[in-house]
């Protein structure tokens, strides 16, 4: 495996209620309009905010991470977003499954699509780790191009904050997962991301959990979309974290068009740890919200290239 990078920091991540969270009421303070960025920018997702939806209109990728030397501004129209082919859950104990921004409707075709879509306050949780948790198919193709080639976001606690779910563990912001990229000729490549490679978006605002009855584990996307799912409850504390990805990173060649996308949680094995929510000592589970391709980057397109 390529080890894009691989960290050993424990992270801290739940929804039940905001009294989870040590110094939850402080997060209120956070700006409601994003966060205030250091330069050189690495990534910054852009949003709008309606009626409890946090909508992504475009994708700035910065100068240190461009060859070019210049801001990247990717509109969320042109993203390349996947069909979703498998789901797993983790056996974590926990029993949430997604989030949706507070009275949005699931999705009509699968609730996988949440982390297909525009809305940043809705995403599919806890995916497996023992096995890939998300399958993504481009049935195009996605092109290895020059600079990043994906975006991905999930959302957790803000960093150093502790929960119930991990107590005595500090958050450190974006959990740990494996990614990795096949071709159609079935070559693949992967690599570890870790919190250290996401850049933070601040504070996301408000989503609405939905959890099963029982902590089993789902095995399928077909057992994902049929299980009952009711509200638990609706939290505002959580942060957003993204990174984007190169696939010549990973070892992918220039040039080489990969078909499939696959997501697994990569949780910390915490000694002494115990938790109704983290089965086996093992915590922080990545929750995706945004999973997309990025267009070929296009020097001569002034929306792309700033």
């Known amino acids: 495996m390529n080890r894009f990078k691989r960290v050993g920091l424990a992270a801290s991540f739940a929804f039940l209620s905001s009294s989870f969270f040590a110094g939850a009421e402080d997060l209120a303070a956070a700006a409601e309009s994003g966060p205030a960025f250091t330069e050189p920018l690495r990534l910054r997702l852009e949003t709008a905010r309606n009626g409890g939806r946090v909508t992504l209109t475009a994708v700035q990728i910065g100068p240190s991470t461009v060859a070019t030397g210049r801001t990247r501004y990717v509109s969320a129209e042109d993203l390349i977003f996947p069909e979703t082919a498998a789901y797993a859950m983790a056996d974590s104990g926990n029993p949430i499954l997604f989030g949706l921004p507070p009275g949005a409707p699931e999705p009509a075709s699968s609730r996988a699509a949440l982390v297909t879509d525009l809305w940043l306050n809705s995403g599919v949780f806890n995916i497996a780790d023992q096995r890939d948790g998300l399958v993504f198919r481009f049935p195009e193709g996605l092109v290895n191009g020059p600079g990043p080639d994906l975006v991905v976001a999930e959302i957790g606690a803000a960093v150093g904050t502790e929960s119930a779910a991990a107590p005595g563990v500090a958050a450190p912001g974006g959990d740990r997962f494996e990614i990795t990229v096949r071709h159609a000729d079935s070559r693949r490549w992967s690599a570890d991301i870790g919190p250290q490679d996401y ?7 408000q989503i609405a959990n939905y959890a099963k009855e029982d902590d089993t584990a789902l095995e399928s996307l077909e057992e994902f979309d049929s299980a009952v799912a009711a509200p638990l409850a609706t939290i505002d504390y959580m942060h957003l974290y ?18 499939t996308l696959a997501l697994r949680s990569d949780p910390i094995e915490a000694a002494g740890g115990r938790s109704d929510f983290a089965r086996g ?3 922080f589970y990545i929750d995706p919200v945004l999973v997309a391709g990025l267009p070929p980057a296009d020097s001569s397109n002034p929306n792309q290239s700033r």
């Not at 850049?199 to 605002?205: E, H, M, N, P, T």
């Not at 993204?242 to 080489?256: K, N, Q, R, W």
């Open 199 to 205: 850049v933070a978006q601040g504070r996301l605002g």
């Open 242 to 259: 993204a990174v984007v990805i190169d696939l010549s990173a990973l070892g992918v060649p220039a040039g080489t068009r990969v078909s």
């Open 281 to 283: 000592g093992r915590y």
